[in-house]
């Protein structure tokens, strides 16, 4: 049988001698060998040794490493030959077995042709990508290739076929053909390190441009390709980490490699590339051009983090110390002089982004200290380049706050150093720098006009040592004159050196000098604004465009003093040609008069009032004005005059930039154009604005507007009506045929374009005005649109400033969110439908514009207030959305429903809620609706007009109590099932609301008016509900548990404890107003709250400890009755009181053990019972007789006993014995002597029952306090008749005197001491608690204003027998200038200067005076006892250490030298007030 192969055999080879036939593939040449010869034993390893030797004898090596790529690999039939089951490692062990036949054939070492071969398989790699040589990466195809290479080399090498040191030679011959990451990869695999590729060849020039060119390509490449970034970063971060290493590591090894060549190589590529960036960056490459990013990839290098964990720490720090010191020195071309000139364009702002963010890398690895020595030392030893010095401490004082403390010590040691030793060095630095720094602001440094006069303003200025130091100074101020800028020739003019009056020809001769400067400048420092910043070192603006903006500057402080602001005043005097050239004309340019007089107008006619407008100028404003007035009308009627043309025009061209853009947004086709038609409305708008401060330039901090009435101008108004008509229009037609996920950024770019920094207080006065007091009437499209729109600026929250509100309540300032929920009422049924379609609209906008972001972003543009108002008006008026929805119903997001024409916005709600995106954000903590936040809503409905009625109220604000907040957790906001705690809450949050909308004009006695929201009242009786229910239920569970106390005068605790103390006005009535709360709330709960139940031990006692401790400490001030509390707290007590008493086995001792305690713990309760026992006798004897069936505890009826004793005192009857104690029979006698109507009580005084020393003693205390009184609350001639018994409001001034003085004489004909009186203290038994606690704080820290008044009625001759008598007036005194200097006696003087009888009786200052000349009169007659107790009295007086007490305290001084000691020691020079205070005490003690 024949081969059919045979033929083809024949024929090919006769061919083949003439190269014209069919190449025959080597398997077709075997499979005819496999014919001719079969095969026997051992004849297929033959043909494989004799296939290999063949292959040997005429293989290309280069070829064949090319070739190799592994096991996969099909080239060169090389996996033939192997076999199937061939492995990398036998690819390798094959290759290196024809390196070793090709080498013995060559004559040459195996490794220096391994060396070679591998070199030019390299060099083939890096070459055969075809693509332009200006590139450094490899790309795909090629990066397999050299994988497989470097594998076959780590082979050789392992096998000692490879020599490095030839590989390194033959590469220094053909690195401009390599590629670097081939280089880097040969680094990185350990085929051959860097540092050896380096010291191998000898050209070190070469190697460091090549290097150079690389990095460059590879810093412009290392984006242009995603694939390759990563790549890109790690090359570049190893070969940096080599670099530093090698070129700033001291003393290291680098295994017997020269490290100096290295080193060189390492340092001069850094250098080079830093140069190249800073040369760059000379000429302002633009952004995104290959120049920029090869800077900005470079700069990115320089990141402390890349080093981390690689090297020591020390090797970046001089690293890094070595780039600032090129960068300062880079290129010192320019002189002191130009930085002079040019300074102020170095300017942190005006520095590159790139140099700035190389600097702030830099200064993230070294500490300021470090920063500023190293600055120092570089100044100090080098040509600097002044740009890039000046430019780093801008960039050190913004960028590291704790720098800038160092930067002004640093100015100071060179100031000290430069006047020191004339210096003139150091004063140039110290001076650059010091301007530099206040470039940046006061934030940073102070100001420069601030820092010279703290420099050389006054005389601990460096210059004042000596006239040395004075020449030196004018003299570099006046070299520097011909480079200065105009603002710094200011600042000196205005700010001067403080110069000794015989070197003043130094200052005039500057001072002419820096005038004829600015002269030759056409600068006039006659023309500079009020509010000119001289420290901006800017250009000099127009006298008329700054007194326009030197006027908007005065009525913005004149908005916020009230006053003609300082700068005004100051110019209208010591600057009177700018002032009446410039200001004044632009303050009065003519325009139409508002209606109600605005800011501009009410500080005009404050100047007019002041005489600082020219009568005549102010006329011809007036006139002017009122010609505009007339104007006005002829410009708005029908058919338009020209002027009316103008102003309407710019108007008009905005409305036709609206309409196109609104186009532009409703065609999908132009969505590329809506930039262009963006930037012509914002075009527009400015046009119609008119010129004015940039946004970016304007600094608004905050904006102020009003919410109850929030104002606009017509133009503003039309304007801001225009926008945002166009912004929903805007909106609707972009949903109406794309979701607003997919919309684009237009929205976004509209808010930011028309909501500039310029305009954004219009806009938010505008929705203001929509959304609290129009929202009801908005249509849906509105409403749609603006809650777009708030999304939109509620995420711009960080750019935006805060809206300063004037609420009910104090003013605030508030987010731009947090405003927007302010804007949204509920209390009716129309605010809350209102309320429930924004919040729908709003939160359905930002859910359906972000889908997939995170939650924390969707809280970042959500305000949780506009969350919680969802939530609580959600639970209000639907039931089905008390119910939690159910896992498996997933509802859609409503927004496409609302853009609807016939939308349900109830439906869209309950769609809203059930949404799972929504249910998880509710988890956040921050926008879940608490309890606390439920009652602080509630409180705010209108019972009147809310959407549920009251049975449907009463159900829905059970449920919210008792099924949703009280057994919700806490960490949730609810209560834990405490029904304490959901009555604390309510408690809390009650007072808070009282405070924040009560009215201010109540009274004491009236009822707590709570503004026009009246909601509380049904959340007040479910606290009502509550205590009833802790009062019920089981002991352990009640309200009064003896180890916590009441809830309600814990949280009364708690609140005060907060509060500010002291005794100043404000804090005063902020307390005051708290208690009247409280009082409000302890009348509106059951009595049993201020008397506990009894106890179950014998006696029956119930607990009253924490009532009379609020009594004592706090409620006992509020009394205006002087020693007795208001009709109602007293009553409820003794409800209280006969509750208790209804729960004991024995009422009447319940009682009698209440009272009992009264009388030591809370003796006020007993006093008030006397005052008002004509009203309360009856109700409580018929309490008593219906619950007991008998008379009246004896407690009570001494109560009885006591006001009859009174009564009787001043009959014509005998008078009847005093029940004790003394201080209750006093209390009844002076009640009894308040509500008659005598003027003289001196024979009922004289009667035998009132002849008690204790009694008249404890009688002349209450009178003082009455006395006090009729000071404090003036008598008033409205009151009602019923009124004449409540107390000292029944009696004037002039009678309580009276009053005081017939008692005192009375003391004094029986030689009772009552000196005691005014020295109480808590400590002494006694008398002294009692009536500590029977008289208000205000009363007692007035006894030294009663003292005094009594002066007049003194038995001078006996008080100075009394030993006690001169430390007491001594004290008074000191007292009473205490009082006088704090404000304490302003209610007194306000009284005495209404009342002509009381002219010199109630007179602070008169009243100072005449105690004065009596001390001083007294002290030489006083006997040398009374000066034994007297050093007690030098710590009263607060203003320090009194000179009178200390010569009252020299006992061993003769009497003639006390005495004139006192003499000047009673004098204005007692105390050292400060300010106001100190001109208030000269004014008193000049009389």
């Known amino acids: 049988m024949s081969d059919p192969g045979a033929p083809d055999a024949a024929s090919g080879s006769g061919s083949g001698s003439g190269f014209g036939g069919r190449r025959r593939t080597w398997t077709e040449l075997l499979a005819g060998r496999v014919g001719r010869q079969p095969l026997g034993p051992g004849r297929e390893h033959e043909l494989r040794e004799s296939a290999a030797r063949l292959l040997r004898r005429h293989l290309n090596l280069k070829d064949l490493l090319v070739e190799v790529e592994g096991p996969a690999c099909k080239t060169l039939c090389l996996d033939q030959l192997m076999g199937p089951e061939a492995s990398a490692g036998s690819s390798s062990s094959f290759i290196g077995s024809a390196l070793w036949d090709q080498a013995s054939k060559l ?479 632009a303050l009065l340019t003519p325009r139409v008069l508002p209606r109600t007089p605005d800011s501009r107008a009410a500080l005009i006619e404050s100047l007019r009032r002041a005489d600082k407008i020219p009568p005549s100028l102010y006329s011809t404003y007036c006139q002017a004005c009122s010609t505009a007035g007339e104007k006005k009308p002829e410009s708005a009627a029908p058919g338009k005059t020209a002027d009316a043309s103008c102003v309407e025009e710019p108007l008009g061209l905005l409305a036709a930039a609206l309409r196109e853009f609104r186009a532009a947004v409703a065609d999908p086709a132009q969505g590329d154009d809506l930039s262009a038609h963006l930037a012509l409305v914002s075009e527009r708008l400015s046009s119609v604005l008119g010129p004015g401060e940039d946004d970016s330039s304007l600094g608004l901090s905050r904006v102020q507007l009003s919410l109850r009435a929030p104002h606009l101008e017509q133009q503003e108004q039309e304007v801001a009506d225009l926008l945002l008509t166009s912004f929903c229009q805007n909106l609707m037609a972009a949903s109406s045929f794309t979701p607003a996920d997919r919309q684009g950024p237009w929205a976004a770019r509209f808010v930011t374009t028309v909501c500039g920094r310029r305009l954004l207080p219009v806009m938010l006065t505008r929705l203001c005005q929509l959304l609290r007091h129009q929202g009801p009437s908005l249509s849906a499209s509105h409403v749609l649109g603006l809650a777009a729109l708030v999304v939109h600026l509620s995420e711009s929250r960080s750019a935006l400033p805060d809206v300063h509100v004037a609420l009910p309540a104090p003013a605030e300032s508030l987010p731009v969110p947090e405003f927007f929920s302010s804007l949204l009422p509920f209390g009716t049924v129309e605010t809350s439908l209102f309320c429930l379609k924004f919040c729908t609209a709003a939160i359905s906008y ?255 006692a119930p607990d009253c400890t924490e009532f009379f401790q609020l009594v004592n400490s706090e409620l006992r001030n509020l009394c205006s009755h002087g020693s007795a509390l208001t009709h109602d707290i007293t009553i409820h007590f003794f409800r209280g009181l006969f509750n208790a008493c209804s729960q004991s086995r024995n009422p009447a001792l319940t009682a009698d053990l209440v009272l009992s305690a009264c009388q030591t713990e809370c003796p006020i309760v007993l006093t008030s019972a006397l005052l008002w026992w004509p009203r309360l006798e009856p109700d409580l004897r018929s309490r008593w007789r219906s619950c007991f069936h008998g008379p009246l505890p004896q407690e009570l009826q001494r109560l009885g006993e006591a006001r009859q004793f009174g009564r009787s005192c001043l009959s014509a009857d005998s008078a009847r014995p005093p029940p004790g104690p003394a201080w209750l029979s006093a209390a009844a006698l002076h009640f009894a002597i308040q509500g008659a109507s005598k003027s003289s009580i001196k024979s009922e005084l004289e009667k035998p029952a009132c002849q008690g020393d204790e009694l008249l003693l404890v009688l002349f205390f209450f009178s003082l306090m009455g006395l006090l009184s009729s000071h404090l609350t003036p008598h008033s001639r409205h009151q009602s008749a019923s009124l004449l018994l409540c107390g000292p409001q029944a009696a004037d001034s002039l009678k309580a005197l009276d009053i005081c003085a017939e008692i005192l004489g009375c003391l004094e004909k029986r030689k009772v001491s009552w000196l005691a009186l005014f020295q109480l203290t808590e400590a002494e038994g006694g008398l002294g608690p009692v009536l500590l606690r029977l008289a208000p704080d205000p009363h007692i820290r007035l006894l030294p204003f009663a003292f005094y008044s009594l002066l007049s009625c003194f038995d001078e001759d006996a008080l100075l027998r009394e030993d006690a008598f001169l430390h007491v007036a001594v004290d008074m005194y000191l007292k009473l200038i205490c009082l006088f200097v704090a404000g304490e006696t302003s209610a007194v003087s306000a009284l005495a200067t209404r009342s002509q009888d009381l002219q010199g009786q109630g007179d602070p200052v008169g009243l100072i005076t005449k105690a004065r000349h009596f001390l001083l009169q007294s002290i030489p007659r006083c006997p040398q006892k009374s000066f034994s107790n007297m050093a007690e009295v030098t710590p009263r007086c607060s203003f320090g250490v009194c000179s009178t007490s200390r010569s009252l305290c020299k006992r061993a001084t003769p009497q003639a030298e006390m005495i004139r000691h006192l003499t000047r020691t009673l004098c204005p020079l007692t105390w050292q007030p400060q300010g106001a205070e100190h001109s208030c005490f000269l004014a008193a003690a000049g009389h």
């Not at 127009?542 to 326009?548: G, L, T, V, W, Y």
């Not at 949730?972 to 009282?994: K, M, N, P, R, Y």
Request: proline content about 5%; charged content about 20%.
């Open 846 to 1100: 930002s859910l359906c514009k972000s889908p997939s972001v995170s939650q924390d972003t969707l809280y970042s543009c959500l305000p949780p207030a506009l969350l919680k108002k969802f939530q609580f008006i959600l639970f209000r008026l639907f039931s089905e959305a008390r119910e939690p929805p159910s896992q498996e119903d997933v509802a859609g997001l409503p927004w496409r429903l609302l853009c609807l024409p016939s939308a349900d916005w109830q439906r869209a709600a309950l769609c809203l809620w059930k949404q799972r995106t929504f249910q998880e954000l509710l988890k956040k903590k921050e926008v879940h609706l608490t309890y606390r936040d439920w009652l602080r809503l509630e409180l705010e409905i209108q019972p009147e007009l809310d959407f549920l009625s009251d049975m449907e109220r009463w159900d829905f604000q059970q449920w919210a109590i008792r099924e949703r907040f009280l057994p919700a957790p806490s960490a949730a906001g609810g209560c834990d099932g405490e029904l304490q705690t959901a009555c604390s809450v309510l408690v809390d949050v009650l007072i808070d609301f009282c405070h924040s909308f009560r009215s201010y004009n109540c009274s004491e006695n009236s009822d707590l008016v709570l503004g026009s929201c009246t909601g509380n009242r049904d959340i007040f009786s479910r606290l009502q509900e509550m205590v009833a229910d802790l009062e019920q239920g089981p002991a352990e569970s009640q309200s009064c548990r003896p180890s916590q106390g009441h809830f309600l005068f814990r949280v009364f605790r708690t609140r005060l404890q907060a509060l500010a103390g002291g005794w100043d006005v404000a804090a005063r009535l902020q307390r005051q107003r708290e208690l009247l709360v409280y009082k409000w709330i302890l009348l509106g709960l059951p009595p049993s709250v201020l008397v506990g139940s009894p106890q179950a031990k014998q006696p029956a």
């Open 107 to 585: 004559g040459v070492p195996v490794a220096v042709l391994s060396s070679r071969t591998v070199v030019s398989s390299i060099v083939q790699i890096c070459a055969s990508s075809g693509e332009p040589s200006q590139k450094v990466l490899l790309n795909a195809e090629q990066r397999k290739k050299l994988s497989s290479l470097l594998e076959v080399a780590q082979y050789l090498l392992a096998h000692s076929m490879f020599s490095r040191l030839s590989f390194c030679q033959e590469l220094c011959e053909v690195q401009n053909s390599l590629l670097l990451e081939a280089v880097w990869r040969l680094h990185v695999q350990n085929i051959v390190s860097l540092p050896e590729l380096w010291e191998s060849h000898a050209d070190t020039q070469s190697t460091v441009a090549w290097l150079f060119r690389d990095l460059c390509l590879l810093c412009e490449q290392m984006e242009a390709s995603t694939q390759h970034t990563d790549i890109a970063r790690t090359m570049l971060s190893d070969f940096v980490q080599l670099f530093v290493l090698r070129g700033f590591q001291k003393n290291s090894d680098l295994r017997g490699v020269e490290p100096a060549r290295v080193a060189r190589v390492a340092v001069t590529v850094l250098q080079r590339m830093l140069v190249f960036a800073l040369e760059a960056l000379a000429t302002g490459p633009q952004d995104e051009s290959p120049v920029y990013r090869t800077v900005k990839n470079w700069f990115g290098v320089f990141c402390g983090p890349m080093y981390g964990g690689t090297i020591s720490a020390d090797v970046p720090k001089r690293f890094f110390s070595h780039t600032l010191t090129q960068v300062l020195t880079h290129k010192p071309v320019l002189r002191v002089s130009d930085a002079v000139r040019m300074q102020r364009e170095w300017s942190f702002a005006k520095t590159h982004p790139l140099l700035t963010s190389l600097y702030r890398r830099l200064f993230a690895i070294l500490d300021p200290e470090e920063l500023l020595g190293h600055l120092q030392e570089v100044l100090e030893t080098h040509e600097v380049n002044w740009r890039h010095v000046l430019s780093c401490v801008s960039t050190l004082v913004i960028c590291l706050p704790e720098a800038q403390r160092l930067i002004k010590d640093w100015v100071a040691q060179l100031l000290a150093r430069a006047f020191e030793n004339c210096d003139l060095d150091s004063m140039v630095t110290a001076f650059l720098v010091a301007r530099q720094a206040a470039l940046e602001g006061p934030s940073a440094f102070p100001s420069y006009p601030d820092w010279f006069q703290a420099s050389f303003g006054n005389t601990r200025g460096f210059h004042s040592g000596s006239k040395k130091t004075l020449v030196f100074l004018f003299k570099f101020l006046s070299d520097l004159v011909p480079f200065e800028a105009p603002r710094y020739l200011q600042a000196h003019i205005l700010h001067p050196p403080l110069v000794p009056s015989k070197y003043r020809s130094l200052l005039t001769d500057y001072i002419a000098l820096a005038k004829t400067r600015l002269s030759d400048l056409k600068v006039s420092m006659e023309n500079m604004g009020l509010y000119e910043d001289v420290s901006s070192a800017g250009d000099i603006t127009e006298p008329d465009s700054q007194a326009q903006q030197d006027v908007e500057k005065a009525i913005t402080v004149f908005e916020h003093t009230g006053k003609i602001p300082v700068a005004v005043m100051e110019a209208s005097i010591f600057r009177r040609p700018y002032y009446v050239s410039h200001f004044l004309p």
